[in-house]
């Protein structure tokens, strides 16, 4: 007998600029789930931006604030769950979604390409970690997080000159 795992329809994972939100909003029009994002979840139990955290914290800060958000998200949300680009780097949300996965989650890596990110993400200053010259400091995250996408994945798309809608449809295939 294969019982219904709880937590989240599906998981997205991928660095800025990979369109995690884009493909929430497209994989809810195919699906009709709700879509969960942990940037909002964190700044409504902030208060306060993304940003402005980092600001005013620091990152290790925000961190601690999203490890609690995506382990909350994971508990209670049973629709999509697009994770902030960072998210797995700490190894307590690492842990939680290899335990999602396990129990027959699908975790998603949205990879893309710096030439695809570039004008997604380039002039958003939004993005804290991205500041300065956004190409190299995506390019370094890239390269960091690159190993760890590719662990925690059950699905890998690659998002590069699709529309969202495709790469929704790429997702509902392979899950
Ligand atoms: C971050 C990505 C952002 C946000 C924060 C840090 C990162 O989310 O969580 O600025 O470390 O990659 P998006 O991936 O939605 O831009």
Redesign the pocket.
Known sequence: DQTTPSGPAVVLMG??GAG??TVARALAGITGLDVRDT?RDVERAAGAS??DI?VDHGEPH?RAL?RDAVATALAEHTGILAL????VLDPATQALLEDYRAGGGAVVFLDVSLSHAAPRVGFNQS???LLGNPRAQWQA?MQARRPVYERLASVHVLTDGLTPRAAAESVVQQV
Request: glycine fraction near 16%.
């Open positions: 660095p800025p995690k939100s940037d993304v940003s980092f925000f999203e902030g680009g960072g998210a993005r804290p970690l995250l």
